[in-house]
Structure formats: structure tokens, C-alpha cells
């Protein structure tokens, strides 16, 4: 059981998911299903939802978080907000925020690179439960068909001398699996605890540092 935190506004319901839980429909047990399958007495927005769209629709859900990541979802409250999403996103028109924890100090790459991190990302023909960065030919190699070209910018940085390690606010348009992680790591700065992309094991198992905060829409 888990206390769940949600908001609306006119067009959408806001829900945080906790780390390490698939968001949607899958082999595991996924958040989507604790939401409407054993929280749905407990709020009336869920009830709303369930009124307005199927479980084929996932219930109005806009987007999607990787297992660890945490924080916002986003559902929309009826059909046409949907549509209306969507047709905004597929013209790039929707910018997602995250709040990113990474190891070291990234101002000295950002002054020799600049804020955006555009390298094309495909899924990893031999392990499937990651994703490869194409930054050099030879990654072309363990890459299936489909490279997705994405871009991650880097809005603010906040350096934590204490801890070494840095806080980034970025963003991200339409999105693939992994992306802000896989980024960070290629460059060399991979995010904190996150094993998945950095070689170093934390036996501590803390959660992945990486939140979704918020998201701009351009009409």
C-alpha cells in the first residue's frame, strides 16, 4: 500500500509513480494496475478516469516513465485533450522537465560542448533491458535497425560540492526508452545509482536519481 499523490487542472490529472515500477502493461505487475485495480475506491479522479477510457487506453495516460524513474504522469481528463496532446508532440511541440542528479562536475563539458546532447539512441540488439548511444561507427554494430534521433538539453546546472556531484534541470520532446540516461553515461556522466548505465554496483540499491517535474506545451 502507498500513499498516492495527485493534482489537476483543467486538462489533466497529475499523479506521482514511485521508483521501480513499470508504468504501464506488462510482465510485471505495473502502476497503471495498482492505480485501477486496488485504488479506485479510494479516489474519485480514478473513478473519473475510468469513466472516460478504457484499460486498452490506458486510461487516458499521456506518457510513460522507465521502471526507476519517478514522479509525474500525466492522464488526461477526456478524449479530445488526448488527441489534442498528441498532435502537439508528434510537432514537437511538448517539452518534458526532469530533475537529474549526476556524478561530477559537468560545467567544463557543457563550455567545450554546449547544452545539447543529440546523439542517436537504438535499442541494444544483445541485452535487451538497455539501450545503446551511436556516438562512434562500431556502436552501429550491437544496434538494431531503428536509430531514434532524439535531443537532451541541459537548461540549469546547481554543482553540490559536498557530495560531488551536480543537479540538472532538463528536457526532453517526444522521447525513447532510456534516453536521459543513456545520454549522461555516454558522455561521461552517468547518473547517480543508476547501474544500468554505469559500470560501479551500489550495493546500497538507492533509487535512481532522476525525476520527471513538469511539462511546456507550444500551440
Known amino acids: 500500500k502507498m500513499n498516492i499523490v495527485w493534482y489537476e487542472d483543467e486538462f489533466c490529472y497529475?499523479?506521482?509513480?514511485?521508483?521501480?515500477?513499470?508504468?504501464?502493461?506488462?510482465?510485471?505487475?505495473?502502476?497503471?494496475?495498482?492505480?485501477?485495480?486496488?485504488?479506485?475506491?479510494?479516489?474519485?479522479?480514478?473513478?473519473?478516469?475510468?469513466?472516460?477510457?478504457?484499460?486498452?487506453?490506458?486510461w487516458g495516460l499521456?506518457?510513460?516513465?522507465?521502471?526507476?524513474?519517478?514522479?509525474?504522469?500525466?492522464?488526461?481528463?477526456?478524449?479530445?485533450?488526448?488527441?489534442?496532446?498528441?498532435?502537439?508532440?508528434?510537432?514537437?511541440?511538448?517539452?518534458?522537465y526532469y530533475l537529474v542528479e549526476i556524478y561530477w562536475d559537468i560545467r567544463y563539458w557543457i563550455k567545450k560542448y554546449g547544452k545539447i546532447i543529440d546523439f542517436p539512441i537504438a535499442h541494444h540488439k544483445?541485452?535487451?533491458?538497455r539501450m545503446i548511444v551511436i556516438d562512434h561507427e562500431i556502436k552501429k554494430l550491437k544496434a538494431d535497425w531503428k536509430f531514434h534521433f532524439?535531443?537532451?538539453?541541459?537548461?540549469?546546472?546547481?554543482?553540490?560540492?559536498?557530495?560531488?556531484?551536480?543537479?540538472?534541470?532538463?528536457?526532453?520532446?517526444?522521447?525513447?526508452?532510456h534516453q536521459i540516461r543513456c545520454h549522461f553515461s555516454a558522455i561521461g556522466y552517468?547518473?547517480?545509482?543508476?547501474?544500468?548505465?554505469?559500470?560501479?554496483?551500489?550495493?546500497m540499491k538507492w533509487n535512481l536519481q532522476l525525476f520527471s517535474i513538469g511539462l511546456e506545451v507550444s500551440s
Do not use: M
Open 62 to 96: 499521456l506518457n510513460r516513465l522507465d521502471n526507476a524513474t519517478t514522479w509525474l504522469l500525466y492522464f488526461a481528463k477526456s478524449h479530445e485533450i488526448k488527441k489534442y496532446y498528441k498532435a502537439l508532440q508528434h510537432e514537437w511541440k511538448v517539452r518534458k
Open 14 to 58: 497529475y499523479v506521482w509513480k514511485p521508483s521501480n515500477i513499470p508504468t504501464t502493461f506488462g510482465k510485471e505487475f505495473s502502476f497503471l494496475e495498482l492505480l485501477f485495480q486496488q485504488e479506485q475506491q479510494k479516489y474519485p479522479f480514478i473513478q473519473r478516469l475510468s469513466s472516460v477510457f478504457s484499460r486498452e487506453e490506458e
Open 126 to 129: 544483445f541485452s535487451p533491458e
Open 150 to 177: 532524439v535531443q537532451t538539453k541541459i537548461v540549469e546546472t546547481q554543482r553540490n560540492e559536498k557530495t560531488g556531484t551536480t543537479t540538472l534541470l532538463v528536457s526532453i520532446q517526444k522521447g525513447i526508452r
Open 190 to 203: 552517468p547518473i547517480v545509482w543508476d547501474e544500468c548505465y554505469w559500470k560501479k554496483k551500489d550495493p
